[in-house]
């Protein structure tokens, strides 16, 4: 990974962080989020996956996953240098063993 890789991959880290931190609080069954990137291929390779509680309905995670994306959006724009396309933002449910 080149320097400028290493430092991008910080930015992106810490905006997402900051999305993930207050959307904790601010949308129901939302618990984290996580990304990965291929920098050879930078940004089209950008996945940004946002993971949801399994008992949360899915008519509710669909909403707030809709409300998220903008967000997650405007958090990288600055980073990326263009509007990361929705496509490019996933939701999932986390499965935990009970």
């Known amino acids: 990974m080149r320097k400028t890789d290493k430092k991008r991959e910080r930015e992106i ?4 962080t900051q999305v993930c931190e207050a959307a904790k609080f601010e949308h129901e069954g939302f618990i984290w989020l996580t990304h990965e990137v291929d920098y050879q291929r930078f940004p089209q ?11 949360v309905d899915e008519t509710v995670m669909l909403s707030e ?3 998220l ?4 959006q405007e958090a990288l724009e600055p980073v990326i240098g263009v509007m990361l396309p ?7 449910r ?3 063993m009970h």
């Open 13 to 16: 880290i810490r905006e997402l």
């Open 45 to 55: 390779s950008l996945k940004v996956t946002l993971v949801f509680n399994e008992q």
């Open 65 to 67: 996953f809709s409300l």
């Open 69 to 72: 994306i903008p967000k997650v």
């Open 86 to 92: 929705a496509q490019q933002i996933e939701a999932c």
């Open 94 to 96: 986390e499965h935990t």
